[in-house]
């Protein structure tokens, strides 16, 4: 995950879009603190007072070391958290750059769209117009955490709760994390998928290979399992089957077999497969994993693109959990260190100089822009997750009457450490803002509830925050967090690979809008460049059941033309 003040950055190629907009996170647990630097910063000041962690700007090995052990102490013994070991390695501006570019990741296959983003994300940090993360958190075990050179030691303090504790914690409990993500062996497998994809660059040469690869960030979005419950991923597992089926094919290849003659099957046979019930149920239709589909049924697809599918769908479920738990993993993140950094404070282990800047850098990451304000792009993740957490706090602590109204169970039970680690635990973003968004919140964002139809010239108000709006306010923005309504609905509901092959998509529209012709479009040209046959798209409206549109696929001839 990749944190910062404020982004304000252009939006992304939509075929290559997959590839360039997830953001890894992942959290460290309780070791010492192993720091790798390029270059050591001077410490000409970094010799702290007496009873001071540090004190001044400057930081060494040995003051990053102490002042992460009393971050552990508090994290762990204080709130309670339960978190992977910790690897934290200290990076220059320009590798926090080349980071960005792979989503984050420390091992990563290459591609054209990573330094796309690197150029992209270069100009707008030399230009001035976005600032460099304050750190990356990778989600693995050990949790590893890149913080910057250029930091102040306060900062440093700040992004070490922040992601070591914060974000590490979360990622290890969190059950979407827990379910769907392997962080054990998500770094062995990344090694694994970038040596396969270069040894598929020597064998195949890189145009090749990049044009699966291009077909596959397309389809990211749609290739992941939403709500199935598949067997737990064990990457190293896949890695290794990998290995064996590749060994398994060239001892068995026999290139006698393609001079045999295909025999056809009987009627009988014939009749079972093109009978449409059937031939669903055989392939498990309708399917909303895309990429899955494809690699598993494509005509077309050699084993080495089939692997490639597998690989980038992997990375895909791999971030899917984090895209449901923005505001959630960041308002935890941001409620542990403000905690455990007043703790610090309060017990007289930093100044009051580092704790001011403590409070500036804090400030700056949960500021939220007036709706009318021309910095405004939504509703700030880390302003609302926070405002949430510490809301749940004083009501278990100090509730008005007000609270015990809405929250009976929860107020004034005085365990709030319990009641937030219970809600890291088992809710991700829609249902969190359902189950614990307060009046007190709403009224302190001041929110309010536009309705926009499209037969309208003009946007309504609603709703506002008051008592007549408060359950409509939650429930919508409760709603606007849910990626079931916010990606688009596309599945495979048919296909005859008996007969003319042709893939036929659905995609359901929701209140009557369609898919950007542009994007889709090209999207469909990648579908069926891995299906290797005719492809066509139907927009079914989810309410009335009505095709709205058809978009079909280019012919071969076209495409070449």
């Known amino acids: 995950m990749v944190e910062r003040a404020r982004n304000n950055g252009p939006d992304t190629d939509p075929v290559a879009k997959a590839a360039e907009a997830v953001e890894p996170e992942v959290e460290p647990e309780a070791e010492p603190v192993g720091v790798t630097v390029p270059e050591t910063p001077a410490p000409e000041n970094a010799v702290s007072k007496p009873g001071y962690l540090f004190d001044g700007s400057n930081w060494t090995f040995d003051t990053m070391d102490r002042t992460y052990d009393a971050i552990r102490d508090i994290a762990l013994n204080d709130l309670g958290l339960d978190v992977y070991a910790n690897q934290i390695e200290i990076i220059s501006s320009e590798q926090m750059l080349d980071a960005y570019s792979s989503i984050g990741m420390p091992l990563m296959y290459q591609h054209w769209s990573f330094g796309k983003r690197f150029v992209r994300e270069a100009q707008m940090y030399q230009k001035g117009y976005s600032g460099l993360a304050y750190e990356i958190v990778i989600n693995s075990n050990p949790c590893i955490s890149y913080n910057m050179e250029d930091s102040t030691m306060a900062v440093q303090a700040l992004v070490m709760a922040h992601a070591a504790f914060g974000h590490n914690h979360f990622f290890k409990n969190n059950y979407l994390f827990r379910q769907w993500t392997d962080a054990d062996g998500i770094l062995d497998y990344l090694e694994f998928a970038k040596r396969y994809i270069t040894s598929c660059e020597e064998r195949h040469g890189v145009t090749a290979v990049e044009e699966v690869l291009d077909a596959a960030h397309a389809l990211m979005d749609q290739g992941v399992f939403r709500y199935r419950r598949r067997p737990r991923l064990n990457l190293r597992e896949q890695a290794e089957r990998e290995r064996e089926r590749r060994e398994y094919q060239e001892r068995t290849f026999n290139d006698l077999w393609r001079t045999v003659p295909k025999t056809g099957t009987g009627a009988a046979s014939e009749q079972q497969d093109d009978d449409a019930d059937e031939r669903k ?91 009318d304000d021309p910095r405004y792009s939504g509703i700030n993740p880390y302003a609302l997750g926070l405002a949430m957490m510490e809301d749940i706090k004083r009501i278990c602590v100090e509730p008005t009457p007000e609270d015990e109204r809405w929250f009976p169970e929860m107020a004034g039970c005085g365990d709030w450490r319990g009641t937030l680690k219970d809600a890291w635990a088992n809710y991700r973003d829609e249902s969190f803002i359902q189950q614990f968004l307060s009046p007190n919140v709403m009224r302190k964002f001041r929110l309010f509830l536009l309705a926009d139809d499209s037969v309208d010239t003009h946007f309504t108000v609603t709703n506002i925050h008051d008592e007549r709006g408060f359950k409509n306010l939650r429930r919508s923005l409760a709603r606007s967090y849910d990626l079931g309504a916010i990606e688009p609905d596309i599945q495979v509901v048919d296909v005859d690979l008996r007969g003319d092959r042709k893939l036929r998509l659905q995609h359901t529209m929701r209140d009557g809008v369609p898919l950007a012709e542009r994007s889709r479009d090209e999207v469909i040209k990648h579908v069926r460049r891995l299906w290797g046959y005719e492809v066509t798209l139907a927009g079914v409206d989810r309410d009335t059941g009505k095709t709205e549109y058809t978009a079909p696929a280019e012919t071969p001839d076209a495409e070449e033309e």
């Open 281 to 371: 149920k055989r392939l498990k239709l309708p399917e909303e994993n895309l990429l899955y589909f494809l690699e598993k049924n494509s005509p077309v697809l050699e084993p080495w693109q089939r692997e490639i599918l597998r690989i980038v769908r992997h990375i895909g479920q791999y971030f899917y959990p984090q895209k449901q738990t923005k505001v959630m993993n960041e308002g935890c993140a941001t409620f542990v260190h403000h905690y455990i950094m007043t703790q610090l404070y309060e017990k007289g282990l930093i100044p009051e100089g580092a704790m001011l800047e403590i409070l500036h850098t804090h400030s700056n990451v949960i500021f939220q822009p007036e709706f």
